[in-house]
């Protein structure tokens, strides 16, 4: 059985998962129970949920699906709904779906009331990976990528990668991406299957999927609140959500998933790490081609390149009006609080359009 | 000095107050300090803080005065205004007011790019010995009192009862009224003193404002979460919130002030524990009947006590469809989570029409 067991919120992964997830719901007694998904995840989801858990009272709660609704107005039609349809102290929410609904679910579920249990049933392989571990909630400002939130843990994390067997590819190309990035931040091995592997073969996934998960776990453990360590799990996210935000906020533009902006900010950023951290170039050629191979790497024009750069200084990182990036020395061997000056980052996007743009 | 020193928050009340506070701005080194104020801390105690903290670099964010304006538009409004004028996670909230400017600012702070530190000066009687301590934040959804928030400590309590030199006679009496509460719940002598003092009594008030705090100090360290002890603390809330907000949603009604429903939540209360607590009959009567002659006591029809009763339900105290109280068996010996029967709540608005309503 797949199990890390801890006071701040259990992860279980398939085999024994729902029996867990029934156990803690015997314990936890709730009033009520609150379901929450997403267009998406109600019509693909909820279903295999009632089958599995064998859990039939409870009401559900629904969002309009995509980044776009990651908003407190969203927050606020789901406090006002579970005010309306009783919901106190001991009740509980459960969130089923990708990140947007793990994010945005458990901080509504952290401020109703100063606070229900909740758990969170990932959907999407970068919910499983990522977005659902490590109790980072909240929701976007505007254009300002989870800008509003608190660090809080659900009671526990199911995870069942039946849900992706209806994941579209791109969304397995997104989750992907922070597979990639663990690999990048802990050693090469895990670096180079999470660049490998098939979502057809199923126990190898799953065998990585836990693997991403343990990564993940001992960094937070050590530090919850990103004092030091956990800033290494922003590698590629600095460039990242600047590129994410400003495709965002251009429409104009084809829309690129999270984990499909944070892929070209890891190139960018393992580019930053040759220039200025001794970061070996064969290598970063190596995996950036394999990275660009993987994902789209849209052309950035001067103008591009300005706006996002501009966007840096609103990262939650940065500080001192700073922009602060995580860099390598070498794979597994990341650098926190790298300053830079502007130039740099201008190169590495040279650097970028000269070898891995489309 | 008075001064509660504490990782969760420490409390410093005047001499002495406003040089630790400069200290920790030292030890904090903020990158930016914004202070939050509403249009009356505006104008009376803005030029108070700048004079005694000695603090002139500081960016003023201002928000329209009153219950009313505690929502999450109000937070939404300071989140974009913290990210326009370059907040990071490095910067600090100072607020300065009442229970709406200290309970909404803290929240504002506690969720701003997953929380920065914060600082609490309150203006009002009622916020130095109750809100501003203790780490509720919040804000109110509709007509629920504070059903959004979460529990978070700021770095410090500034208590300088200068500020209450300029407050309104029925805002010390709103404050007045969670002394009295303090009252009830610890022993009879601080009851009588909460009930008697004079606010012109400089030393008498900085004491009694002291022992409150130190009171409830004690009760939320023993249980921050409100698990058990702390519940205490809600003595005449069940009612008065609800009464409090009956009054918010009926404008034809005179409005009450927080500590107003309070008072009468409190008399209700008292008489409930007489009732069916044991609690003696004359002690009821006598301290019945201060509260009676220092508050209002509005009549309320058995239309506005059903209404009442209704909204009581939506009381976070509350869950699985069951209002609890807090009630006493005597002064000084609460107990929490009492169940009781609709009609005695019926009798003891009886009771409180027959013999302290207007």
Chains 1, 2 share one sequence.
Not at 172 to 197: C, T, V
Not at 238 to 245: P, R
Not at 248 to 268: F, N, V
Request: hydrophobic residues 35%; contains cysteine; charged residues 25%.
């Amino acid at each position: 059985m797949k199990k890390i067991a801890k006071e701040s919120g259990s992860v279980y992964c398939n085999q024994g998962a729902w029996e867990a997830f029934r156990d803690l719901l015997k314990v936890l007694n709730p009033s009520k129970i609150f379901v929450l998904v997403d267009q998406n995840t109600e019509k693909h989801c909820l279903g295999v949920f009632q089958h599995k858990s064998n859990i039939t009272a409870f009401e559900t709660l629904s969002i309009p699906s995509g980044e776009a609704h990651k908003t407190i107005d969203t927050c606020q039609n789901l406090w006002q709904d579970l005010s309306a349809k009783g919901a106190d102290r001991q009740s509980i929410l459960i969130n089923i779906g990708g990140g947007v609904v793990t994010d945005l679910g458990g901080f509504v579920a952290s401020t109703y009331q100063r606070g229900i249990p909740f758990v969170n049933i990932p959907t999407s392989l970068l919910a499983m990976v990522d977005a659902s571990i490590g109790g980072k909630n909240g929701v976007d400002l505007d254009h300002l990528k989870n800008q509003i939130g608190i660090i809080r843990n659900p009671k526990a994390v199911i995870i069942d990668t039946q849900f992706l067997e209806t994941l579209p590819s791109e969304e397995i190309r997104s989750g992907r991406a922070e597979m990639i990035k663990h690999g990048f931040i802990s050693y090469e091995g895990y670096l180079r299957k999470s660049l490998s592997f098939k979502i057809e073969d199923k126990d190898i996934t799953e065998n990585l999927i836990w693997e991403s998960i343990l990564i993940k776990d001992t960094i937070i453990s050590e530090d919850p609140h990103e004092k030091g360590r956990r800033k290494t799990l922003n590698y590629g996210h600095t460039l990242g959500h600047g590129i994410e935000s400003y495709f965002l906020e251009h429409k104009e533009k084809k829309p690129l998933l999270h984990g499909e902006a944070i892929a070209i900010g890891m190139i960018l950023e393992t580019i930053l790490s040759f220039q200025t951290q001794g970061f070996p170039e064969d290598v970063m050629r190596n995996y950036c081609q394999e990275i660009a191979n993987h994902y789209p790497t849209p052309h950035l024009s001067e103008k591009d390149q300005e706006e996002i750069i501009k966007l840096l200084i609103f990262d939650k990182k940065n500080s001192h009006g700073k922009v602060r990036f995580v860099l390598l020395n070498a794979i597994g061997m990341p650098k926190i609080d790298c300053i830079l000056p502007n130039e740099e980052i201008i190169n590495a996007f040279k650097y970028y359009e000269t070898y891995f743009a489309d």
